[in-house]
């Protein structure tokens, strides 16, 4: 059949590179992809959030299948478009609907849905403009750290954790009143901190029923020891070493059990990935955020880890048949470590030649912030490559992604070099 992949990360590459091993896909577009998805599939200059040139390309291309990777398109209403065109209406499209997408599209959405359907989560108040003194009185019923989330959609960079309540109150404002964040924070969703060790867990449904893909932690800081500034993430480790089999249980079901079955309770549309972020807080699991399709950069961690055939998958999930799949999964560990831009993530510079990738043999290297030049691979975001390596342990697997990493080259090149130190 003929694919089309909608996004241009890391993450898609690593879906598009697992795809391929699939003997159903005969053929797979990206739009718009970066340099790597340029050396396996065919890249076309699409914005995944332009759904009429989506429309037109997926007519033209005979397209049997649409597969979303990042969260724009989807809580814009791209499954909905596909549904509500009598032209489109029988593709597949993988993503769950704009309301389903609201789990991730809104902050507010997602804490009420977490409350309705009695899944740990913190407890939170949400502000407007309209309400900030009331945002800056809460502040101080709170313990410090003070967690602010804006509302909407910020690229990963909108949540602040502040230990200074002045600090916090005048962050609040600067996003409400402001608009730090664009329309993002025209609300902001204020939050108990909670204490414990991260953790992501991956979870495909098809509405019905649901299948849970191999946990993951990534490292969002940029510096090492998880200091300084948020980013989209630094490097992740799969399986979580501290997941263990009752932990595992617990979150099946208090979390994902009860998610799936809150989205049947509202009649939600969902066909798709769900990515819960945990806290592991002594031993007991609480959520942290929902997002509606697979995270960057785990995706370059689970999608290796996983044997069975991705297409196959999505088929069944289409067709609401997910119970009927068995997940095979590789025992080896796998780490991911990203290679950034200096100034990441402030200012940065795009364009640098990057060189030594065709050298890597012992690590698959994912293309995130990448385009071809004149047949030059150069860089083009924050996040340029992510290193993925596999090992009987992690330990094994992060050794691997380091020797691997100084075959590379590109001016300011820069990365961490103590992911999985917390383990």
Same mark, same amino acid.
Not at 39 to 56: G, H, L, M, R, W
Not at 187 to 211: M, N, Q, R
Not at 232 to 242: E, I, L, Q
């Given at each position: 059949? $003929?694919?089309?992949?909608?996004?241009?990360?890391?993450?898609?590459? &690593?879906?598009?590179?697992?795809?391929?091993?699939?003997? /159903?896909?005969?053929?797979?577009?990206?739009?718009?992809?970066? &340099? %790597?998805? &340029?050396?396996?599939? !065919?890249?076309?200059?699409?914005?995944?959030?332009?759904?009429? &040139?989506? =429309?037109?390309?997926?007519?033209?291309? !005979?397209?049997?299948?649409?597969?979303?990777?990042?969260?724009?398109?989807?809580?814009?209403?791209?499954?909905?478009?596909? !549904?509500?065109?009598? *032209?489109?209406?029988?593709?597949?499209?993988?993503?769950?609907? @704009?309301?389903?997408?609201?789990? *991730?599209?809104?902050?507010?959405?997602? =804490?009420?849905?977490?409350?309705?359907?009695?899944?740990? $989560?913190?407890?939170?108040?949400?502000?407007?403009?309209?309400?900030?003194?009331? %945002?800056?009185?809460?502040?101080?019923?709170?313990?410090?750290?003070?967690?602010?989330?804006? #509302? %909407?959609?910020?690229?990963?960079?909108?949540?602040?954790?502040?230990?200074?309540?002045? *600090?916090?109150?005048?962050?609040?404002?600067?996003?409400?009143?402001?608009? /730090?964040?664009?329309?993002?924070?025209? !609300?902001?969703?204020?939050?108990?901190?909670? #204490?414990?060790?991260?953790?992501?867990?991956?979870?495909?449904? #098809?509405? =019905?029923?649901?299948?849970?893909?191999?946990?993951? @932690?990534?490292? =969002?800081?940029?510096?090492?020891?998880?200091?300084?500034?948020? $980013?989209?993430?630094?490097?992740?480790?799969?399986?979580?070493?501290?997941? #263990?089999?009752?932990?595992?249980d617990k979150i099946e079901t208090r979390i994902v059990k009860p998610t799936i079955e809150g989205l049947q309770k509202d009649t939600i549309d969902y066909k798709g990935f769900v990515f819960i972020g945990l806290i592991n807080v002594k031993g007991e699991p609480m959520v942290i955020e929902y997002n509606v399709r697979m995270g960057d950069p785990e995706t370059e961690v689970v999608m290796p880890r996983l044997k069975s055939d991705l297409v196959a998958i999505f088929e069944a999930m289409h067709a609401q048949e997910l119970e009927k799949i068995t997940l095979e999964i590789d025992e080896r560990a796998a780490t991911t470590i990203m290679v950034v831009s200096g100034g990441y993530p402030e200012e940065y510079e795009k364009g640098h030649e990057i060189t030594g990738i065709e050298t890597i043999t012992d690590s698959l290297v994912f293309h995130a912030g990448t385009k071809l030049d004149n047949g030059t691979v150069v860089t083009n975001g924050g996040r340029v490559l992510a290193v993925t390596s596999y090992g009987n342990d992690f330990q094994e697997a992060i050794k691997k992604s380091y020797q691997s990493i100084a075959k590379l080259q590109f001016d300011k090149m820069y990365y961490r070099k103590d992911i999985g130190f917390d383990l």
């Open positions: 059949m $003929t694919i089309l992949l909608l996004g241009s990360g890391g993450r898609e590459h &690593a879906l598009a590179w697992k795809m391929l091993q699939s003997p /159903k896909c005969s053929s797979l577009f990206v739009a718009p992809g970066n &340099a %790597g998805t &340029a050396t396996i599939a !065919k890249n076309i200059s699409i914005n995944p959030n332009d759904f009429e &040139a989506v =429309k037109q390309f997926v007519l033209q291309e !005979k397209v049997d299948m649409v597969v979303v990777g990042p969260e724009d398109p989807l809580v814009n209403g791209i499954y909905d478009y596909f !549904k509500n065109d009598s *032209e489109l209406n029988e593709i597949p499209v993988i993503g769950p609907s @704009k309301i389903g997408a609201q789990l *991730e599209g809104s902050k507010e959405f997602a =804490k009420e849905f977490l409350v309705k359907n009695n899944i740990p $989560t913190a407890k939170y108040e949400s502000f407007t403009a309209a309400t900030v003194e009331k %945002g800056c009185a809460f502040l101080e019923t709170l313990q410090p750290p003070y967690v602010l989330k804006a #509302d %909407g959609l910020a690229a990963g960079k909108g949540v602040l954790i502040l230990q200074d309540l002045e *600090e916090a109150q005048k962050e609040l404002r600067s996003m409400l009143v402001d608009a /730090k964040f664009g329309q993002a924070s025209s !609300k902001v969703v204020i939050e108990e901190f909670l #204490d414990g060790i991260e953790l992501s867990c991956f979870v495909l449904t #098809d509405g =019905k029923s649901y299948k849970i893909l191999p946990t993951a @932690k990534d490292y =969002k800081r940029i510096g090492e020891g998880d200091t300084g500034l948020n $980013t989209g993430g630094m490097g992740a480790v799969s399986p979580v070493p501290f997941a #263990d089999q009752v932990l595992l």
